[in-house]
Every structure is written in structure tokens, then in C-alpha cells.
């Protein structure tokens, strides 16, 4: 079955509306590797969403302090302040829904999602020594992951850690990961609503396994969404990061 791989949609709906069109007869069902809220103007709207989705969701570290699960005291101070903005935008059924979203690993058809990594929900992943565990003791050849808000991953092949880079060719909206018998494959699929890998584009992934994994950037209408934020008084960093992907 193909499935779309959506992470770190963080309340922005344009996004996931543009990344949702783009993607539109090639996928049979949805994940989602959590922050579905925080930093963006719209959690109810996303929400509803990714519900009508019936998307198979796991818990971010923003979706536990947008729900009040967990206080924020360890987000930065702009993190803090949507996070609890947050709280005080969702109706009462999104936030319980938000609240009772499980932890990863969670295992789906044969591969595996976690928000962080496989031990630790709310480590990074940024460099292949933060990977080594999380690649090792992963239950399934390919484990799918976020929260870094970086499009790529690790694989392991014959104990030996490597860093996978995708650079869409400005031709194709996506490249295709082909996956090797004997590798183990960390994914990142990008982040939908606020990327940080230096291209403002929405990333996510459809994954055809135990084939391949295509991984996705579709450009959307950043303004529309800045301008919602401000609208909102949402913190001004949060705002100018969106235009440079950072
Ligand atoms: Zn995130």
C-alpha cells in the first residue's frame, strides 16, 4: 500500500493544503509523525484536517504542550508563547483528540514511526552518530522520523552509517529513495509547515514499500500564511523563518 508520510505540519494549513493537491491519487493512506500544532496560525483548521485524513498520528513535543500535557518550560520563550497561544485557539474536542495522541514507535504495515528517535520521542536526529541506536535497534527495515524539520536521514549498511541528502531537480516536485535489501533506513520526510532545511518548500513523503520512498517538496503561499500569523500577533521570528525555510 502507498502511504503519505506527513511530519511537523505545525498549524500551518496552506501548506498542507498545497502539499495535500500535489500529492493527490498516489497514496491509499496517511501517518503523521506529530507536531500537527505550534508555531502556526491555524490548529483547529489542521486538526480538522488531518482527522478528516483518518491519518494514523503520533504526539510531538508541540502537540503535548499545545494540549497541556506538558508545560513548555523547556521550549524557547517564542515556542512557549504560541504553545500556550495554542492552547487557548482549540475547541475542546481538538484538544482532547491532541491529548490522547500516542507515542511513537508505532508500528504500521511493516515500517515504523517515531516523532524523535526509536528510545526517545523528543531526541534529534541531526548527524549519524545521534542515528546509530535509533538505525540498530529499529524494529523494521525502514523507520520514518521528524522533529529536526530537515528533509533526508541515515541509512545502515554493512555497519556503516551514511547521511541521505534528497535535492529535488528543480524539474520533478520529488526524488525517489530506491531501498537496498540489508540496509536499515532512518526517514525524514521533511517538515510541512515550517522547514528548516534552507528551502522554504512544504516536504513530506509518499512511501511504496518495500520498494522506495519518494520524497516530496511543493512550493505554497508562504505570504497568505504570514499573514494569518500576524493577524494573529504570533511572534515575528516565526513569521520572517517561514520565506527562508530556516
Ligand atoms: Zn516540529
Given at each position: 500500500m502507498r502511504y503519505l508520510i506527513l511530519s511537523d505540519i505545525h498549524a500551518n494549513l496552506t501548506a498542507l493544503e498545497a502539499s495535500l493537491a500535489a500529492a493527490k491519487g498516489r497514496w491509499e493512506k496517511v501517518v503523521c509523525l506529530g507536531d500537527v500544532v505550534g508555531y502556526g496560525p491555524d490548529p483547529n483548521e489542521v486538526i480538522d484536517r488531518v482527522r478528516s485524513l483518518d491519518a494514523i498520528t503520533i504526539r510531538g513535543n508541540h502537540d503535548k504542550a499545545g494540549s497541556g500535557l506538558?508545560?513548555?518550560?523547556?521550549?524557547n520563550p517564542v515556542a512557549r508563547a504560541v504553545a500556550l497561544w495554542t492552547r487557548n485557539q482549540l475547541r475542546p474536542e481538538n484538544q482532547e483528540w491532541l491529548e490522547k495522541l500516542p507515542s511513537g514507535p508505532l508500528s504500521v504495515d511493516g515500517f515504523t514511526i517515531v516523532h524523535g528517535a526509536v528510545h526517545d520521542e523528543d531526541e534529534y536526529l541531526f548527524a549519524p552518530a545521534q542515528a546509530l541506536d535509533s538505525l540498530a535497534d529499529a524494529p523494521s527495515t525502514v523507520t520514518f522520523f521528524g522533529h529536526t524539520h530537515i528533509q533526508g536521514g541515515f541509512t545502515l549498511h554493512d555497519e556503516k552509517v551514511s547521511v541521505l541528502h534528497f535535492k529535488p531537480d528543480g524539474g520533478k516536485p520529488f526524488t525517489t529513495l530506491e531501498i537496498e535489501p540489508g540496509a536499515t533506513y532512518m526517514v525524514n520526510p521533511g517538515s510541512?509547515?515550517?522547514?528548516?532545511?534552507?528551502?522554504a518548500r512544504a516536504g513530506f513523503a509518499i512511501a511504496d514499500l518495500p520498494h522506495c520512498v519518494e520524497l516530496w517538496r511543493v512550493p505554497y503561499d508562504v505570504e497568505a500564511v504570514q499573514k494569518r500569523m500576524e493577524a494573529s500577533g504570533l511572534p515575528e521570528p516565526l513569521i520572517q523563518r517561514l520565506a527562508f525555510g530556516r
Open positions: 506538558a508545560d513548555a518550560t523547556d521550549f510541512i509547515g515550517q522547514p528548516r532545511d534552507g528551502d
